[in-house]
């Protein structure tokens, strides 16, 4: 099969003599196609995964043959995040500002345990419990780490994805802006302004709470 093969539209077929010079295919197919064959990562890494995602895009993997094979070193010329290693609650910030900046249409692909779901790590003091919780992921590579062929495996499945989507309801060629992920605060904790008035109920609970204990409290000692 050639790599035009697939754009071909088996409901208009091309007589035999026309073969090599017309193609009839359908906007989504061409568009969706010439997407996936040539992402482009963005070049940054968490911890011991990225060694695993740096020796994908070496010599032996071959990352070009995705149309990868270049890294970029800023967020505004990439179309593929890939979380690879531990997100800290320091790290979240910045993940989710990187996101921000990435043009339409983006893709997150979460690599390992940690990306995931805090792998090891999960529930420690500085460690988020998966970066989904902050940006919207495509796709999960599991392993501690995964291997060059998992996250190869993964990148197909971002790619098949892609295939999927029609030019028609992507979230991108909607109507009015898309809206930004509200990057979450560092703190003592990290706080999500999604979440501000959950927070909000919370605290006035809390705050009611030892209220009532300190004039308990008061009343006992009276
Ligand atoms: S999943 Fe395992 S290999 Fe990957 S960053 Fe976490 S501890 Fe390291």
């Known amino acids: ?21 017309i193609a009839i295919t359908t906007i989504d197919k061409i568009y969706n196609w010439s997407r996936r064959s040539s992402m482009w ?18 010599s032996r993997y071959d990352l070009s043959r995705f149309g990868m094979e270049v890294m970029r070193p800023s967020p505004r010329q990439s179309d593929l995040m890939i979380v690879s290693g ?19 249409p983006k893709y997150v692909l979460s690599m390992g345990a940690c990306a995931t779901g805090g792998g090891p790590f999960k529930e420690g003091y500085n460690v988020v419990s998966g970066v989904d919780k902050y940006v919207p992921v495509d796709v999960y590579v599991p392993g501690c780490p995964p291997t060059p062929q ?16 029609s030019i028609l309801t992507v979230p ?27 927070i909000r109920v919370q605290a006035a609970k809390l705050a009611t709470a030892a209220t009532a204990v300190a004039e308990l409290s008061g009343a006992a000692e009276a």
Do not use: H
């Open 150 to 165: 998992a996250l190869l495996f993964g990148l197909i499945a971002v790619q098949k994805k892609i295939d999927q989507q």
């Open 1 to 21: 099969m050639s790599a035009t093969d697939e754009l071909l539209n088996p409901d208009f077929p091309v007589p035999d003599e026309l073969q090599s010079n």
């Open 41 to 58: 990562p963005m070049m940054f890494g968490l911890a011991c995964c990225a060694i695993e995602m740096i020796c994908t895009a070496a």
């Open 172 to 198: 991108w060629y909607q109507r009015g802006p898309s809206e930004a992920i509200p990057v979450p605060i560092l703190g003592p904790d990290i706080i999500d302004p999604r979440q501000s008035d959950v």
């Open 86 to 104: 531990t997100v800290t609650k320091k790290m979240v910030p910045q993940i989710v500002r990187l996101y921000n900046q990435m043009p339409e």
